[in-house]
């Protein structure tokens, strides 16, 4: 066996030595990691892990990939940092500019590439986190996910991603982008690595207002692998053929194997998946471009930048945001103006009700849903997708983000260009148990 120290050292010249070939890592913590590692208790025996650059660890830098951020310290571990027990941090992992995108390539320093072929994104917003799981630069990582951040780069990178159920990971210490679906959880290379990450995360904390005690907090107990008459729904909207084909037949393969494992198969409807991208749109921002007024600039230590307090604040922002920043706060605005506000928020709301109801109506008849996490595998680097197109890619993820629900991707399989490809299962609240339970059996 190896020591904490050993093993933090490996991972440490394995990150320094493909950082600037996948670029991961926004910032590797290299004394940090070292002294962590000298500690004489850790969670899981001192693995070292990558936290993604929207969460803090007390005195490392947590940028969110934002210009404006560049040089702020953290001040106080966020609860997961806490939690997770002098695990070595390697390192703050590379991102969407404040968790905004999904293919990583919004993040104001640089992209990260895909480990699997260097041409391709890493998805987004928590692709740092995905890359240095699946390059071993990192045992496991931590990401967040608002919208999909967690579960599209993981199938993009081929790796594990849960994002929990809203409410059971406390986010005090996370950036907040959309607090209304903001959730922080694991990246690992199997559903068990998952289930130890988030039996040490899970839980009650005073400091996350919408935090819950829930009843199960090790999920390694049960692991089981049994899934007989495991009834798992299968909704019409996610087989379509906006699904690209290699990514359905990898899902229907999987689907065949879960037959044999002894789960059975329903239909479902989920009539209002199709508006789930819309609904997301405006309310994530909506929650932005209030969440982000706080950035105005007077404490970015942006020492460039003179002038009263409004200039301050207007200039330091116009510099400070990226393109896709800036028209989130502006759509944000714009729907909660009071003229708006009506027929975009308000409405957003309504179909998220929408979108809460038709999963309680499914859960009658089935205990776990099943579908692709993404409609295609990892495009192309600088494809130039217009906004809208790049929200779509989100088409199977937003739901279960807009309902609270927990949810994993999976590695199923690979296209014919070896890039992988992710199974997403989705439970009812709190019901983690079930999708790691599936998932371990699956892997
Ligand atoms: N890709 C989605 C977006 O751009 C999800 C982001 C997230 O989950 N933080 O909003």
């Not at 409410?167 to 959880?185: H, T």
């Not at 909660?336 to 859960?363: C, G, H, M």
Request: some cysteine; overall charge positive.
């Amino acid at each position: 066996t190896f020591s904490p120290s050993e093993v933090t050292k490996a991972y440490l010249k394995k990150a320094k030595e493909n950082n600037q070939k996948i670029g991961a890592y926004i910032n590797i913590t290299e004394d940090k990691a070292v002294e962590d590692s000298k500690s004489k208790f850790h969670s899981f025996g001192g693995v070292p892990m990558a936290i993604k650059d929207n969460i803090h660890v007390a005195n490392v830098n947590t940028t969110c990939a934002s210009k404006l951020l560049k040089n702020h310290k953290a001040i106080f571990n966020a609860t997961v940092i806490k939690r997770l027990i002098n695990c070595p941090v390697l390192g703050k992992t590379n991102m969407d500019e404040f968790a905004m995108g999904s293919s990583n390539e919004t993040s104001a320093f640089y992209p990260v590439k895909n480990p699997w072929d260097l041409k391709k994104v890493s998805g987004g917003s928590s692709g740092g986190s995905a890359a240095a799981v699946a390059a071993n630069l990192a045992s496991f990582a931590l990401g967040s996910d608002t919208g999909g951040s967690i579960r599209q780069p993981a199938a993009f990178c081929g790796v594990v991603g849960l994002r929990p159920t809203y409410g059971l990971v406390s986010r005090y210490g996370l950036v907040a982008v959309a607090p209304s679906m903001d959730q922080i959880g694991p990246l690992t290379k199997t559903v068990e690595d998952s289930a130890y990450v988030l039996s040490n995360l899970a839980g009650f904390d005073e400091k996350d207002a919408m935090t819950a005690s829930p009843k199960t907090l090790d999920y390694t107990k049960s692991l089981k692998e049994d899934i007989k008459n495991v009834k798992i729904g299968l909704p019409k909207q996610y087989f379509t053929d906006y699904t690209n084909n290699e990514v359905r037949q990898a899902v229907n393969k999987a689907i065949r194997t879960l037959e044999k494992l002894g789960a059975k198969m329903v239909e479902l409807d989920l009539s209002h998946t199709p508006y789930s991208v819309s609904a997301y749109t405006l309310l994530c921002a909506a929650e932005a471009s209030s969440s982000l007024a706080r950035l105005n600039g007077t404490s970015c230590k942006n020492t460039k930048i003179k002038g009263d307090y409004s200039k301050q604040c207007v200039n330091s922002r116009t510099e400070g945001f990226g393109i896709e920043v800036k028209r989130r706060i502006l759509l944000g605005t714009h729907i909660l103006n009071s003229t708006n506000y009506a027929e975009y928020y308000i409405r957003a709301q309504k179909v998220r009700t929408l979108v809460q109801r038709d999963f309680q109506r499914a859960f009658h008849s089935c205990d776990i849903i099943l579908g692709p996490t993404t409609p295609t595998t990892a495009f192309p680097l600088n494809s130039k997708h217009d906004p809208l197109t790049m929200y779509l890619h989100d088409s199977y993820t937003t739901p279960a983000s807009l309902a609270g629900l927990p949810a994993m991707s999976i590695p199923c399989g690979y296209d014919s260009n070896g890039l992988p490809i992710g199974l997403q299962l989705i439970a009812p609240h709190f019901k983690e148990q079930d999708i790691l339970n599936v998932g371990h059996a699956f892997q």
